[in-house]
């Protein structure tokens, strides 16, 4: 079974998590892994140069998560972490307090950016790094390009993502979400092959506008989804009206999209109608979108969706793969 999953930061991480606890149960190799092919596309929408390093967040919480060192509590970051370097740099007035590197991360920062100075792309940089914490994915970004997303913000302002998402906790109303140089990037190597050689495509629980939006606002990448001959399944980010984590109720009322579980499935689409997704699993406090939706045609269901736990996550899953005749 080859499984392609489109991923944001930690949402994404902890359902890959969680299918491959799922995999290696089912589809066991006898040690420890997994027969199963699991290739993560990651947004890279996030990333940005700070301190003359190159930040990678999503791709990071993947790596940390996927490989059993992140800090769970945050859910990004690694565990037993410290920060002498932030603060020694903060005594000299600078960095920015509201975004601190752990001294830890900044060894994975430091090497990322030694070896893209070197010429070496985003691509192979992450499989070199993902040697070390052996993550039981093809982990990809979504492009080998810097493409940062901004926020154009109601009272007129433009800032990076990360200043929007994280310093003013997506409190500033956005108007709209741009990524710098979209256009002109192209899809990493690996990954239209992962999407046109999958037997299912996954869209986690992952932001739909600043996450996998971003993804698929690669060329290529949408066409790519709506091309491949396997079906692509997807699980609501939204529970009874608010988001799984983080500000995605923000992002969504930016650009005209209720919060709410059935309005995220109209936002991707159907493939048969030009959309993105053949399915779409919502939590049992959404039940009630599951008939509507059917009516359109859609291929959907409800169950309990909430990643407490790997188990649960696992749980979720294998919902998710049997709702469109994947079931490992």
């Not at 606890?21 to 699991?38: C, F, H, K, Y």
């Not at 690669?218 to 989804?225: N, W």
Request: one cysteine or more.
């Amino acid at each position: 079974m080859r499984i392609t999953v489109l991923s944001g930061g930690v949402g994404g991480a902890r359902f890959t998590r969680g299918l491959l606890a799922l995999l290696r149960d089912r589809l066991s190799d006898g040690a420890g892994g997994t027969t199963a092919q699991v290739t993560v596309v990651a947004n890279t929408g996030d990333d940005l140069w700070l301190h003359g390093v190159r930040v990678c967040p999503d791709l990071d919480t993947l790596m940390y998560t996927l490989g059993g060192a992140v800090h769970e509590e945050q859910g990004w970051g690694r565990r037993d972490e410290s920060r002498r370097v932030s603060d020694d740099l903060a005594a000299y007035g600078l960095g920015w307090e509201w975004f601190t590197l752990g001294d830890l991360d900044l060894a994975t920062h430091l090497a990322r950016t030694e070896l893209l100075l070197s010429g070496v792309p985003l691509s192979s940089v992450t499989a070199r790094l993902a040697e070390r914490w052996k993550p039981g994915v093809t982990l990809l970004p979504m492009t080998d390009s810097e493409v940062e997303t901004s926020v154009e913000t109601v009272d007129g302002r433009t800032m990076h993502f990360e200043e929007w998402w994280v310093l003013h906790r997506a409190a500033i109303p956005a108007r709209a979400f741009h990524q710098n140089d979209v256009t002109v990037a192209e899809p990493a190597p690996g990954v239209l092959d992962a999407l046109a050689d999958a037997d299912v495509v996954v869209v986690p629980p992952s932001n739909p506008v600043v996450s996998v939006g971003t993804i698929l606002g690669v060329p290529g990448i949408r066409d790519a989804l709506r091309a491949t001959p396997a079906p692509v399944v997807g699980i609501s980010p939204v529970i009874g009206g608010a988001p799984v984590r983080g500000m995605a109720d923000a992002c969504l009322t930016a650009i005209g999209v209720e919060t709410a579980a059935d309005a995220v499935a109209r936002h991707y689409g159907r493939r048969a109608d030009g959309g993105v997704l053949d399915a779409w699993l919502v939590d049992d406090a959404d039940a009630a979108v599951v008939e509507p939706l059917r009516s359109e045609g859609w291929r959907v269901e409800s169950a309990p969706t909430l990643m407490t736990d790997v188990p649960a996550t696992a749980a979720i899953a294998a919902r998710a793969l049997a709702l469109v005749d994947r079931a490992p």
